[in-house]
């Protein structure tokens, strides 16, 4: 019997949309593209992160952006359903088989634990709105796999994944996808609504430190390693921009964020919680927003979390009711980085 993860401390189901919601445009695709820990100063006006420094100015780029716990996980669960669900840790759905916790010993599928949400996500919002979504994982094993790592690829940064409507509906599994099937849609143009981008441990500047880790994965290479993903970045975005999507006459956005700072500082806002160990703050984060046909050259300093990027896309989407966080006192949408000149 999987372990599912509840609380009470606000409605799950979330609350209607606001008038600052209504000022948000309507977009046909959103990419979010998810980096790994790095602080604001770390990539904004860094050297080593040109990229995605120059396309936050031309584009825009909020100054106040803060994730919502520490380490990475919970972050990305936030993300995708709008509360971090107690996960304090990067277990992912994974024990060692000699694990002696209890929600290892209980478990009646080996292997597994309790980070799997019973709860609404973003997938279950945009398919009752009948709207598409994929979860593109680089290096991914295989269409909906359950692996813990493989090579660079691990699951503790697959968001969708930890939702229950997701492993429990081969359907749903089957739009958790690696880089191979992100270019050939980009190439095709059959790209869904919502495009959840995650490059792996090398490519998203978290690194590695095993044996034959290249030189700019590693972790003692912070410069190189935050290039690479910069690197990354402009690739990523590149191809996007490539596709007769980007020169529609629709709003289409790239979203460059990260899941948490690099030395766990705990300054956070907008829907976390300072009594709470899973929702306390995740440190200030770079966040920028391309957008076809939006605003250029915007520097937003209202506050913002991951719980603001999801309520933005909910609204961006037509969807009028906020998943649990999301709807939280203080939590408004990206009106400014999104919005129409």
């Given at each position: 019997?999987?372990?599912f993860l509840t609380?009470?401390?606000?409605?799950?189901?979330?609350?209607?949309?606001?008038?600052?919601?209504?000022?948000?445009?309507?977009?046909?695709?959103i990419?979010?593209?998810?980096?790994?820990?790095?602080?604001?100063?770390?990539?904004?006006?860094?050297?080593?992160a040109?990229?995605?420094?120059?396309?936050?100015?031309?584009?825009?780029?909020?100054?106040?952006?803060?994730?919502?716990?520490?380490p990475?996980?919970?972050?990305?669960?936030?993300l995708?359903?709008?509360?971090?669900?107690?996960i304090?840790?990067?277990?992912?759905?994974?024990?060692?088989?000699?694990?002696q916790?209890?929600?290892?010993?209980?478990s009646?599928k080996?292997g597994?634990?309790?980070h799997?949400?019973?709860r609404?996500?973003?997938?279950?919002?945009?398919?009752?709105?009948?709207l598409?979504?994929?979860?593109?994982?680089?290096?991914?094993?295989?269409?909906?796999?359950?692996?813990?790592a493989?090579?660079?690829?691990?699951?503790?940064?697959?968001?969708?994944?930890?939702?229950?409507?997701?492993?429990?509906?081969?359907?749903?599994?089957?739009?958790?996808?690696?880089?191979?099937q992100?270019?050939?849609?980009?190439?095709?143009?059959?790209?869904?609504?919502?495009?959840?981008?995650?490059?792996?441990?090398?490519?998203e500047?978290?690194g590695?430190?095993?044996?034959?880790?290249?030189?700019?994965?590693?972790?003692?290479?912070?410069d190189?390693?935050?290039?690479?993903?910069?690197?990354?970045?402009?690739?990523?975005?590149?191809?996007?921009?490539?596709?007769?999507?980007?020169?529609?006459s629709?709003?289409?956005?790239?979203v460059?964020?990260?899941?948490?700072?690099?030395h766990?500082?705990?300054?956070?806002?907008?829907?976390?919680?300072?009594?709470?160990?899973?929702?306390?703050?995740?440190?200030h984060?770079?966040?920028?927003?391309?957008?076809?046909?939006?605003?250029?050259?915007?520097?937003?300093a209202?506050?913002?979390?991951?719980?603001?990027?999801?309520?933005?896309?909910?609204?961006?989407?037509?969807?009028?009711?906020?998943?649990?966080?999301?709807?939280?006192?203080g939590?408004?949408?990206?009106?400014?980085?999104?919005?129409?000149?």
């Amino acid at each position: 019997m999987k372990y599912f993860l509840t609380f009470a401390l606000i409605a799950l189901l979330g609350a209607s949309a606001g008038p600052q919601d209504a000022k948000v445009p309507r977009f046909s695709h959103i990419f979010v593209i998810m980096e790994e820990n790095k602080d604001y100063g770390q990539i904004i006006g860094s050297p080593d992160a040109p990229t995605i420094t120059a396309l936050g100015k031309r584009y825009g780029y909020a100054t106040q952006f803060y994730a919502e716990t520490h380490p990475s996980q919970p972050n990305y669960v936030a993300l995708i359903g709008g509360y971090t669900y107690g996960i304090r840790d990067d277990d992912a759905f994974y024990c060692h088989a000699d694990d002696q916790r209890p929600y290892c010993k209980n478990s009646s599928k080996p292997g597994y634990v309790d980070h799997t949400v019973d709860r609404p996500s973003l997938a279950s919002q945009l398919e009752a709105a009948g709207l598409t979504w994929k979860n593109y994982n680089e290096d991914l094993p295989s269409p909906g796999s359950e692996a813990i790592a493989a090579g660079a690829y691990a699951a503790k940064h697959s968001g969708f994944l930890n939702y229950a409507s997701v492993q429990n509906d081969p359907k749903r599994a089957q739009k958790v996808v690696g880089f191979d099937q992100f270019a050939a849609d980009l190439k095709s143009g059959d790209v869904p609504n919502f495009a959840f981008v995650i490059p792996d441990l090398c490519d998203e500047m978290h690194g590695m430190g095993a044996d034959g880790t290249p030189a700019d994965c590693r972790f003692s290479n912070m410069d190189k390693l935050i290039w690479r993903g910069d690197r990354n970045v402009k690739a990523i975005v590149g191809e996007i921009m490539a596709t007769p999507i980007w020169r529609a006459s629709s709003n289409v956005a790239i979203v460059v964020t990260f899941d948490e700072d690099d030395h766990y500082g705990l300054e956070g806002c907008c829907g976390v919680d300072a009594n709470d160990p899973a929702n306390r703050g995740g440190g200030h984060i770079g966040t920028i927003v391309i957008t076809n046909h939006g605003p250029r050259g915007v520097v937003d300093a209202t506050p913002y979390s991951h719980y603001s990027l999801l309520r933005t896309i909910e609204d961006a989407f037509g969807i009028d009711t906020h998943l649990a966080r999301a709807a939280a006192p203080g939590v408004v949408p990206m009106v400014p980085l999104f919005a129409k000149p």
